[in-house]
């Protein structure tokens, strides 16, 4: 299964995810900001990144972009979830780099449907 780094801000939020993907097999580490992830994501590989858009030090969408820029993550699937859901929030998260968008609150069928798609 999957390596998957986590980011949110809200610890129940990352609890519930966590849950989720762990109860599917995957292995998770979280981080609750961008610069959090950022910095492990630095140390370490993950074959999936799953960010809320806002959270306070560096967003999700300014660690989309910074991802983006280092050769290990050019690549890797990066999907956001967040309460955000208007046109201009999903086309700032595809001019960032991401790879997909799911709402918050998250049907945990769906998340793990997206996943399994983004990473075949």
């Known amino acids: 299964m999957a390596k998957i780094l986590a980011v949110d801000d809200s610890a129940s939020m990352r609890q519930m995810v966590s849950f989720t993907l762990k109860a599917a097999?995957?292995?998770?580490?979280d981080a609750e900001d961008g610069n959090?992830?950022?910095?492990i994501a630095k140390t370490q590989s993950f074959d999936l990144v799953l960010t809320d858009v806002n959270m306070p030090i560096m967003d999700g969408l300014t660690l989309?972009?910074?991802?983006?820029?280092?050769?290990?993550?050019?690549?890797t699937p990066?999907?956001?979830l967040t309460t955000e859901a208007g046109k201009d929030k999903k086309q700032e998260g595809r001019a960032a780099g991401a790879t997909g968008w799911l709402v918050k609150p998250f049907?945990?069928?769906?998340?793990?449907?997206?996943?399994?798609k983004v990473l075949d």
Do not use: C, S
């Open 78 to 80: 990066i999907l956001i």
């Open 36 to 39: 959090q992830a950022l910095n």
């Open 25 to 29: 097999g995957h292995t998770v580490m």
């Open 107 to 116: 049907n945990p069928d769906q998340l793990l449907a997206t996943i399994k």
């Open 64 to 75: 989309t972009k910074e991802l983006r820029t280092l050769a290990d993550y050019r690549f």
